[in-house]
């Protein structure tokens, strides 16, 4: 899908509190998907992937969601820290290594 | 162990004019991606080397762009001439094996493009 251009959209929490990513794929056909975090000056980071065979898979401090239905990805991370602020985004992929990312969701925690 | 390099971080050029950007892969990772995000948009593929084959090129935008892995070790990115529209992040990745979680990517932290 096209992008919203320069502005991201921003999911503001306090630290503690739970913070939820929402994205939205765009090929019903996928059959594996990945969540990055993207901290200021470095490269993407792997978190988790799910793959199309399951709904639901946890991590440490993070839960990645699958809604193959309305094609709705979503990550939780509990109790968000400082450390966590970054832009995160999800990649989907059918049938090949090639990443199909999405428009990415910048998360700020505050004290 | 080392991750993926990629140099300069960061590239000032006009309009017109010529950019290499470099890569070097975690040693031993045959496959090496490009990426690019441009203008605050996704992040879109640009192509894919194994080894020094190009096994998939079919996000390069256009003619003006030349991915090379000479040897299989490290990789090049040439834009000529650089437009506008080419400024943005360029990232790397390289991968051992692709069964991996993330398909085994480790990304670099990019080399940010300004076209002038």
């Known amino acids: 899908g096209e992008s919203v251009g320069l502005h991201l959209p921003t999911l503001s929490v306090q630290e503690g509190d739970n913070s939820i990513i929402n994205c939205a794929y765009s090929n019903s056909a996928s059959d594996y998907f990945i969540w990055y975090k993207q901290e200021s000056g470095k490269g993407p980071q792997f978190i988790i992937d799910i793959r199309s065979n399951m709904d639901k898979r946890q991590g440490q401090r993070v839960t990645v969601l699958l809604n193959k239905t309305v094609k709705h990805l979503s990550l939780q991370i509990a109790a968000t820290q400082p450390g966590d602020s970054a832009v995160y985004f999800c990649a989907e992929t059918y049938n090949t290594d090639k990443l199909i990312f999405g428009t990415g969701t910048r998360l700020q925690v505050f004290p | 162990e080392a991750g993926v390099t990629q140099f300069p971080s960061h590239s000032v050029i006009e309009k017109g004019q010529t950019v290499t950007l470099r890569c070097d892969p975690i040693?031993?990772?045959?496959?090496l991606y490009w990426y690019r995000r441009v203008m605050g948009k996704e992040i879109k593929f640009l192509l894919h080397?194994?080894?020094?084959?190009?096994?998939?090129e079919s996000g390069m935008p256009n003619n003006r762009f030349l991915a090379e892995r000479t040897g299989g070790t490290y990789s090049t990115l040439k834009v000529q001439p650089a437009e506008l529209e080419d400024s943005g992040v360029y990232f790397c990745?390289?991968?051992?094996?692709?069964?991996?979680?993330?398909?085994?990517?480790?990304f670099g932290s990019g080399t940010r493009l300004t076209v002038v």
């Open positions: 080397f194994v080894k020094e084959s190009k096994q998939d």
């Open positions: 040693s031993g990772h045959d496959n």
């Open positions: 990745a390289s991968s051992e094996d692709p069964r991996q979680g993330g398909y085994g990517y480790t």
